[in-house]
């Protein structure tokens, strides 16, 4: 009896009235379905490159400079993971500079007065990482100089404990120009490096 009456109500609804309808009911079906199976946007592969510098305040081995800051800028995002120790000043500073990531950006400042004619080379190790997947940036450094020239003498080395002969990592080695064996008690380094992992400075 009441299917019978159902149907003669449907018979006295207009057929566009019908279309309406049909589609309502079809628009809220896909609305259910798309709100039931929510999921994450398919990315591109996944980033294993390290930042790369874009620019910096001043020039990589710049000359003549001698303000109490510099600025480099990346090609993303970075992070900056135990620079307090692993960043090493050559020559060394009386106070350790300080390092700071803003965004894209890597802003390092010093109190110390910059000696004359002379390069200075941060070394920051794999302090500095991109944000999102961690990669690192290996045994980056900075240089520039107050003077006229930038010093391009290099000294490299592996360090080893004398016992067994396993490497030494996180050793600080200083060079001096007094060939005194108290030098390094008593003077500051001409130079300094920190050994890596497998004991290389």
Known sequence: ??????LSILKHVELRTLHILGFVIAIAVIAINGCANPGTPMGGPKDEMPPVVVKSTPAPNALGYKKDEFSIEFDELILLKDAALKL?????????????????????????TLQDNTTY?????????????????????????????????????????????????????FLH?????????KLVPVRLAKTSENGHF
């Not at 300080?98 to 802003?107: D, F, H, K, Q, W």
């Open 88 to 112: 090493v000043v050559s020559p060394p500073m009386n106070n350790q500079p300080t390092a700071v990531a803003r965004g894209n950006e890597l802003v390092v400042s010093f109190e110390d």
């Open 177 to 185: 120009n007094n060939l005194s064996d108290t030098a390094f008690q």
């Open 121 to 173: 080379t941060f070394d920051f190790a794999d302090a500095i990482t991109d944000n999102n997947e961690g990669n690192i940036l290996p045994n980056f450094r900075f240089s520039f100089s107050t003077g006229q020239v930038v010093d391009s003498m290099q000294i490299s080395g592996q360090l080893f404990l004398a016992g067994d002969l396993s490497p030494v990592s996180g050793a600080l080695v």
């Open 1 to 6: 009896e009441s299917f019978g009456l159902f």
